[in-house]
C-alpha cells in the first residue's frame, strides 16, 4: 500500500478541494493511504511533519467549498525561508526530511507556476517522487489551457462588471475595476470581453492614456453616458513604473495601478471615475462548475499517474483531454496572453481598447 502525501501551496482558490476529493476518492480503487500535509511546506517542516490521513469521509461534500481544507501559505519558500527578523534562510533539507519522515512513496503537489518550481526543487534534490496539478486564478502555467481556480476568478470578475455596469449607467460615470493576475492578463482579458468592458489592460501590452480618453470620449460623444474599464493589478504606469506598495511585514504587493488609471481619466477627460480594486474576493467563495470539473479530473489521473509510477510530471488540460507532461516543462512555458490569439482579436473585433496593438 503506497503512502501519498498531498499539498495545496501559494494563493488559494476555487476547485482545490474538488482535487482533494477526487485523489481520496481514487485512491481507494488502488488501496493507497493519503496523506493531507497542512500549509504547503509549512507542514513538512514541522515537527511532527503536520499532516492527516484523509478518507472519503473526511473529503464528502467538500468540492463545493471554497478554499482548500489542507490549509496553504504563500511566501514560504524553503530555499529561502523569511525568518522574524528578515533574514531568508535555507530550510530545503528540513522539508526534504518531512517527506520521508511521513514515509510517503509519493507527493501529490498543488500549485502555480511558482509553487510547482520550488516543489519540483525540492523533489530533485530530496529524491521525492512528484506529481504535479496546475492551480492558479492567473491561468499562467505553461502547457495547460487550464488551471484550477481561474474560471472561478473569472466569473467574479464579470459579475463586478455586471454589477458596475448598473452604477455607472445611474451615475453617468467611468468605472474602473482593477482585477487579479500577478504577472499576466487572462482575467483581465477574459472579464473584459464576458462584461462588455469598453477598454481592457494588461500587462503583456503597452497602452496609451490618450487613446483610453479618446475611447471615452468617443463613446460620450455617440451618446453613451458611462464606460467600464477593466486593468489588470500588473499593468504599469505609462511610462513603465510598477505600482506595489510594501505592507509592515516587508511583503510587497500589488495594488493600486486602478487609482492610477482612474485619476488619469478623470483629469483628462473631466468625467466622474470611480476605482474598485476586486483583490481577494476572486479567490473565494463558491468554485465554479468548470473548477470542480477540472479539479476532478486532475485528482483522477495524478493519482493514476503515481499508481503507474509516473513521476516529475505534471497532468495538464490540452484539446479536451487530461495529458501529462514534464514538470520542468511546464514551468519553463509560461503561459501569457497570447498577442496572436482569439481573445485579443475578439477584442478588437470587438472595438475594445486592449493597447497599442501592433497590426497591418
Ligand atoms: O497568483 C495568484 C494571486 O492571486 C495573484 O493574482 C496575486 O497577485 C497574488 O496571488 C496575491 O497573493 P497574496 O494572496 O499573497 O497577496
Redo the contacts with the bound molecule.
Keep these: 500500500q503506497k503512502r501519498v502525501g498531498i499539498l495545496t501551496s501559494?494563493?488559494d482558490c476555487g476547485g482545490l478541494n474538488a482535487v482533494t476529493r477526487a485523489v481520496v476518492r481514487r485512491a481507494r480503487d488502488y488501496g493507497f493511504a493519503i496523506y493531507g500535509i497542512k500549509d504547503a511546506t509549512m507542514g513538512l517542516l514541522s515537527r511532527p511533519v503536520e499532516a492527516e490521513l484523509l478518507d472519503t469521509k473526511r473529503v464528502s461534500s467538500i468540492l463545493r467549498y471554497g478554499g482548500t481544507i489542507l490549509g496553504t501559505i504563500?511566501?514560504n519558500n524553503p530555499f529561502a525561508f523569511p525568518m522574524p527578523d528578515g533574514s531568508l534562510v535555507d530550510r530545503s533539507e528540513e522539508a526534504i526530511e518531512g517527506y520521508h519522515r511521513l514515509g510517503l512513496d509519493a507527493l501529490i503537489g498543488i500549485g502555480?507556476d511558482g509553487s510547482l518550481a520550488i516543489l519540483d526543487k525540492l523533489a530533485r534534490q530530496g529524491n521525492w517522487n512528484l506529481v504535479g496539478v496546475p492551480k492558479?486564478?492567473?491561468n499562467d502555467v505553461g502547457t495547460t489551457e487550464h488551471s484550477i481556480g481561474f474560471h472561478t476568478a473569472l466569473s467574479i470578475a464579470v459579475e463586478a462588471l455586471d454589477r458596475l455596469t448598473y452604477t455607472a449607467i445611474s451615475h453617468s460615470r467611468v468605472m474602473v475595476l482593477e482585477v487579479?493576475?500577478?504577472d499576466a492578463g487572462h482575467i483581465a482579458i477574459g472579464a473584459g470581453i464576458a462584461g462588455g468592458a469598453h477598454v481592457i489592460l494588461i500587462p503583456e501590452l503597452p497602452y496609451s492614456l490618450e487613446k483610453v480618453c479618446e475611447k471615452i470620449l468617443e463613446r460620450k460623444e455617440q451618446g453613451n453616458n458611462y464606460s467600464i474599464v477593466v486593468v489588470a493589478?500588473a499593468v504599469k504606469t505609462e511610462s513603465g513604473e510598477p505600482v506595489r506598495y510594501t505592507n509592515s511585514l516587508g511583503q510587497t504587493?500589488?495594488g493600486g495601478i486602478g487609482h492610477y488609471i482612474g485619476n488619469e481619466i478623470s483629469k483628462r477627460t473631466g468625467i466622474e471615475t470611480r476605482v474598485s480594486i476586486l483583490g481577494?474576493l476572486q479567490?473565494g467563495g463558491t468554485p465554479s462548475a468548470l473548477d470542480r470539473l477540472f479539479g476532478a479530473a486532475f485528482g483522477v489521473a495524478a493519482l493514476d499517474l503515481v499508481a503507474q509510477n509516473k513521476f516529475g510530471r505534471m497532468v495538464a488540460w490540452q484539446n479536451r483531454r487530461v495529458v501529462d507532461v514534464p514538470i520542468a516543462e511546464a514551468i519553463a512555458q509560461y503561459r501569457s496572453v497570447e498577442l496572436d490569439g482569439a481573445l485579443v482579436e475578439t477584442a478588437l473585433g470587438l472595438n475594445t481598447y486592449i493597447g497599442e496593438v501592433d497590426r497591418p
Excluded: A, P
Design positions: 501559494g494563493g504563500n511566501k502555480g492558479t486564478i492567473d487579479m493576475g500577478r493589478e504587493l500589488y481577494h479567490r
